[in-house]
Nanobody, 121 residues
Framework: QVQLVESGGGLVQAGGSLRLSCAAS????????MNWYRQAPGKQRELVAG???????NYADSVKGRFTISSDNAKKKVYLQMNNLKPEDTAVYYC???????????????WGPGTQVTVSS
């Protein structure tokens, strides 16, 4: 089994910063990609940023220049540094990991439980 644990959410004023962390543990053979998604009330879940095992990174246009994704593959962790936060960044942020489990050849997609980020104006 695989578990994802997120931390770092909270309440911050507009213009402030937060750093989200996600740690993966369990029967993991390799990680293909680690991503951050978010879902605001009444809206669909959207990809915020992703980092592949080869190092390629992509961001949603709305966060480019403000958010930075990074990972520590050895520790199976992914981070999201969020600067210059805006009220429209308010959402539940979810960690998502694409991985291979030990002894299996299927690609699995795991989700963390989510962490609330609230940005006040």
């Amino acid at each position: 089994q695989v578990q994802l644990v997120e931390s770092g959410g909270g309440l911050v004023q507009a213009g402030g910063s937060l750093r989200l962390s996600c740690a993966a543990s369990g029967s993991i053979f390799s990680i293909n990609a680690m991503n951050w998604y978010r879902q605001a009330p009444g809206k669909q879940r959207e990809l915020v940023a992703g980092i592949a095992s080869g190092g390629s990174i992509n961001y949603a246009d709305s966060v480019k220049g403000r958010f930075t994704i990074s990972s520590d593959n050895a520790k199976k962790k992914v981070y999201l540094q969020m600067n210059n936060l805006k009220p429209e960044d308010t959402a539940v942020y979810y960690c998502n990991v694409d991985l291979l489990r030990v002894g299996e050849l299927l690609l699995y997609h795991y989700w963390g439980p989510g962490t609330q980020v609230t940005v006040s104006s």
